[in-house]
């Protein structure tokens, strides 16, 4: 078993400070992950280092994500380009499959129990508003 060093408050630098912000608010640890893994002693020192260098907003307590372990994508940090694609492929190909299913599940309808649907033609609908 791997042996954890206590560490005091003077050995941690503003590198392993914001290191260990960043692992947290990218949800690969929790605060309390964070702690065990770097043998930090006090029990709200990561918290503090979060509210003083990270980018969360504090004003409503704390982010519930940082004790649950809940990943960054249910926060409300701003995405870049790559990742906004990437989140936007993903809905895409969700709804794709969405319609699949719907399609499968309308044919099923009509051959197997003779129910019909169609969609109304903007005709008919703009006949029923008058």
């Not at 918290?47 to 994500?65: A, E, I, M, Q």
């Not at 099923?108 to 609908?125: A, C, H, N, P, S």
């Amino acid at each position: 078993m791997k042996s954890i060093t206590k560490r005091t408050q003077k050995d941690y630098s503003i590198a392993f400070k914001l290191g260990v912000v960043v692992q947290v608010e990218k949800g690969e640890l929790t605060y309390k992950q964070a702690q065990d893994k770097y043998g930090i002693q006090g029990c709200s020192t990561v918290l503090v280092w979060l509210r003083k260098h990270g980018r969360l907003d504090w004003s409503k307590g704390t982010p519930t994500f940082l004790t649950r372990g809940f990943a960054m994508s249910q926060t409300k940090l701003p995405q870049t380009p790559e990742q906004r694609i990437k989140e936007l492929e993903q809905q895409l190909a969700d709804s794709q499959l969405k319609a699949q299913f719907f399609e499968a599940v309308v044919s099923v309808l009509e051959t197997d129990y003779g129910v019909r649907i169609t969609k109304k033609q903007k005709e008919q609908l703009s006949r029923k508003k008058r």
